[in-house]
């Protein structure tokens, strides 16, 4: 059974908006005006990553990526 992926959300000065992206599907991002669309714009580009790489036969990664976590 797959766990999800990490999603990583962060606000883009360069774009003027919030990026999302998701670390273990190569070039899988989406951009929202705030953090909600971002994140709903990724989860729409995950489904289309994961389609169209088993439509070609692509292997899917299984989810790896956890952010580090330091103790304050």
Not at 6 to 31: M, Q, R, T
Not at 45 to 72: F, M, N, T
Request: hydrophobic share 40%; proline share 10%.
């Amino acid at each position: 059974m797959r766990s999800d992926y990490h999603i990583n959300v962060f606000y883009s000065d360069e774009d003027g908006g919030y990026i999302a992206d998701i670390p273990d599907l190569e070039a899988c991002s989406a951009f929202g005006e705030d953090p909600g669309r971002a994140l709903a714009q990724v989860l729409v580009a995950k489904e289309a990553w994961l389609a169209a790489a088993k439509d070609l036969g692509r292997p899917i990664p299984e989810p790896r990526y956890r952010p580090a976590l330091y103790p304050r």
